[in-house]
């Protein structure tokens, strides 16, 4: 779970290799914010990683997307939903770095979003705490973001996992 929360690692990559499966992504919500004083426009997007062979939510992801700050092509697949962001990214081997502003693990009700407003989450906590590890993605040739992510992480995946070990 440290190497997961810590790295700055593609963090798709080291989930699917953790579970030993290829995952999904399910657009749970997306919208569009646009400032008028620049015209700049945001792209807010809430989705689920899913592994399909366990039937399990893998993590639960609030991300915007600055399309000013992003390939076009990227920028697109995104609002098309067509696949996740990793999965895109690894496919078209497009360069980009990571810059991780926080991580740890919170309680149910500490959760929130990018606006600072309490999120629910698609999976179930048992109250155990939730990792979570929030990061920015910067593609090469940008000097600001692209992606700013919160992503929280099924418990269970861990828990699992050390079943499994033993």
């Not at 989930?15 to 700049?40: A, F, M, P």
């Amino acid at each position: 779970m440290n190497r997961l929360l810590e790295s700055n690692e593609k963090t798709t990559d080291m989930l699917e290799e953790l579970l030993g499966n290829s995952l999904s992504i399910k657009v749970l919500c997306q919208k569009y914010k646009i400032d008028k004083e620049t015209n700049d426009i945001t792209l807010y997007r809430e989705s689920i990683m899913i592994d399909p062979q366990k039937n399990i939510i893998v993590s639960q992801n609030f991300v915007l997307l600055f399309p000013k700050y992003i390939p076009r092509s990227v920028y697109y697949n995104m609002i098309w939903k067509r696949k996740g962001i990793g999965h895109y990214l690894n496919q078209f081997n497009i360069k980009t770095s990571r810059l991780i502003t926080s991580y740890g693990l919170k309680k149910d009700a500490e959760m929130t979003n990018h606006f600072q407003k309490s999120v629910r989450i698609m999976f179930p906590s048992r109250n155990f705490p939730i990792p979570f590890k929030k990061y920015d993605i910067y593609f090469d040739d940008f000097t600001v973001p692209g992606f700013s992510i919160i992503e929280y992480f099924n418990p269970e995946i861990f828990i699992r996992r050390n079943k499994f070990s033993k």
